[in-house]
């Protein structure tokens, strides 16, 4: 799948969009890993 950027607006879009769903996958993960942590402290 090849998709073509004709302006810098939607790259911008696209950059932003991928950057704000790594964002939300990690904070995922920082999330699970916390608990994972705090629970192997009993």
Not at 17 to 41: H, K, M, N, P, Q
Request: hydrophobic fraction near 50%; glycine fraction near 4%.
């Amino acid at each position: 799948m090849e998709q073509v950027f004709y302006t810098l607006q939607d790259f911008t879009t696209h950059a932003e969009g991928i950057t704000y769903l790594l964002i939300a996958v990690a904070l995922c993960f920082f999330g699970f890993f916390w608990v994972f942590l705090s629970e192997r402290d009993d």
